[in-house]
């Protein structure tokens, strides 16, 4: 199985704030990772898929990037609607896998 | 506009079992491949099940195999999730999810994240 860790589990930033999180797999895949966004009490929502394609609606300011083991989603400056929690996801091999989740709290 | 709506959800035994279902409107169904995810209460999100567009191939978590299963009704537009021998750190909330058909110039990508999440309905196992 294909383990993700994200870094920082958490993160304090402010408003206009470029915010970077990062995401390693144990091993090496293609392009197949995809980034979520979660509020409180709400389902997920799928921000960047293969890596780097921003998926309809999303804002701009959210990009993503890598390959093989370490993969990144930026943030370009940060608003007051993107507090929340973001996953990674591989979605290369079964069984998929999520990292644990980074936070982004108002600082 | 798509829409997952999960149901089923609630208290149950540890042992015991519970079904759970999604409906889905808005999309063609029998073309998508359809995911169950679930979050333990604080945590998070953990993959649970896949079912292929036609049911051929389904694939499971290791945390749930032999014990969940999943099914669809692509007639009824609706995607199952049978849950038995139900363990404490099965509570969660469990959200279904549609495999999204994501292309580009040279055509459909093997491999599509999720991009249609319902609302999420909770189990709670206690004993």
């Known amino acids: 199985d294909i383990q993700m860790t994200q870094s920082p589990s958490t993160l304090s930033a402010s408003v206009g704030d470029r915010v970077t999180i990062t995401c390693r797999a144990s091993?090496?895949?293609?392009?197949?990772l995809a980034w979520y966004q979660q509020k409180p009490g709400k389902a997920p929502r799928l921000l960047i898929y293969?890596?780097?394609s921003l998926e309809r609606g999303v804002p701009s300011r959210f990009s993503g990037s890598g390959s093989g083991t370490e993969f990144t989603l930026t943030i370009g400056s940060l608003q007051p609607d993107d507090f929340a929690t973001y996953y990674c996801q591989q979605y290369d091999s079964y069984p998929w896998t999520f990292g644990q989740g980074t936070k982004v709290e108002i600082k | 506009q798509v829409q997952l709506v999960e149901s089923g959800g609630g208290v149950v035994q540890t042992g015991r079992s519970l079904r759970l279902s999604c409906a889905a409107t808005g999309f063609t169904f029998s073309s998508y491949g359809m995911h169950w995810v679930r979050q333990a209460p604080g945590k998070g999100l953990e993959w649970v099940a896949v079912i292929w567009y036609d049911g051929t191939n389904k694939y499971f978590a290791d945390s749930v195999k032999g014990r969940f299963t999943i099914s669809r009704d692509n007639p009824k537009n609706t995607v199952y999730l049978q849950m038995n021998s139900l363990r404490a750190e099965d509570t969660a909330v469990y959200y279904c999810?549609?495999?999204?058909?994501?292309?580009?110039?040279?055509?459909?990508?093997?491999?599509?994240?999720?991009?249609?999440w319902g609302q999420g309905t909770l189990v709670t196992v206690s004993s």
């Open positions: 293969k890596t780097s």
């Open positions: 091993q090496s895949f293609s392009s197949w």
């Open positions: 999810a549609r495999e999204g058909g994501f292309y580009d110039s040279s055509g459909y990508y093997p491999s599509n994240p999720l991009d249609y």
